[in-house]
């Protein structure tokens, strides 16, 4: 068995996708966009996975673009195989791709006025919403907590991941020469105690554990203490007669 990261390594916080290779299977864990950084529309543009076509299934732990923003990508070089993940996560990530497409374009077509003032050859845009449309067909609902042969040798199961709507942590059973390991991805987990998510889930066991690490260095404050300060602070510009700005991420937090 081998387990290569392709993103969300080595420094880089974006981008998630691993890819599990066995003598007999191939599955892509997670397909995210790289974000944020410099060089983040040129990592993008790469190839997420050499030959497509040798892949067996796409697992996805959650709809957030860093997790999902690639798989268009992944389509449009050919991938047909299905694309696994929960209800909610499916019905989020294509109304996600399909924003992100448009904002390809846009964001595309700006780039382009300043290469042609420059003398430079345009680009064209990393995907489109034409680009967006077959990955639908290629969607497999998972139910969270029932086992389900994704590849040869390789067994899914998921877990509440308490992250946004739909996320989940992946455990992968996978049967090689006869020997059997347990590989765990987190995803990225969410805190205890919100008001609309599930608690994320502990797996109960695992050979080897791809964490979900972003905060942890950091101890979060009890959440009870961020609802009394956001309350005082309603509070107090209410009384002023103000208005109040929420600046908070469209999907996942704002809900």
């Known amino acids: 068995m081998k387990i290569t990261p392709n993103g969300a390594a080595g420094g880089e916080v974006t981008g998630s996708c691993y890819l599990i290779e066995t003598d007999q299977a191939r599955v892509v864990v997670d397909c995210g966009m790289f974000q944020g950084s ?6 993008n543009r790469r190839p997420p996975i050499d030959d497509v076509n040798a892949i067996d299934a796409v ?3 959650h709809a957030h673009l860093d997790h999902t923003g690639r798989i268009p990508v992944l389509v449009k070089a050919g991938y047909e195989g ?3 993940a929960t209800s909610a996560t499916l019905d989020l990530m294509m109304i996600i791709l399909e924003d992100s497409a448009r904002i390809q374009v846009s964001d595309n077509e700006r780039t382009n006025r300043k290469r042609r003032r420059a003398g430079e050859d345009p680009l064209e845009p990393l995907y489109d919403e034409d680009d967006v449309t077959p990955v639908r067909g290629l969607t497999r609902e998972i139910r969270v907590g029932s086992p389900i042969d994704v590849a040869p040798g390789i067994v899914a199961k998921f877990f509440e991941a308490g992250h946004m709507l739909g996320s989940t942590s992946i455990e992968f059973t996978i049967t090689e020469n006869g020997k ?4 765990v991805f987190s995803g990225d987990l969410g805190p205890a105690d919100r008001p609309v998510l599930k608690d994320f889930a ?3 066991n695992a050979d080897l554990v791809f964490m979900e690490s972003t905060y942890g260095d950091r101890n979060h404050r009890p959440y009870e ?7 005082a602070i309603v509070r107090k510009v209410h009384a002023a007669k103000g208005k109040i700005l929420v600046p908070t991420f469209a999907v996942g937090r704002s809900q």
């Open 38 to 43: 410099r060089g983040a529309d040129d990592l």
């Open 59 to 61: 697992v996805i732990t």
């Open 202 to 204: 502990h797996v109960p």
């Open 82 to 84: 299905p694309i696994f």
């Open 180 to 183: 059997t390991k347990t590989v």
């Open 225 to 231: 203490k961020t609802v009394e300060e956001f309350e």
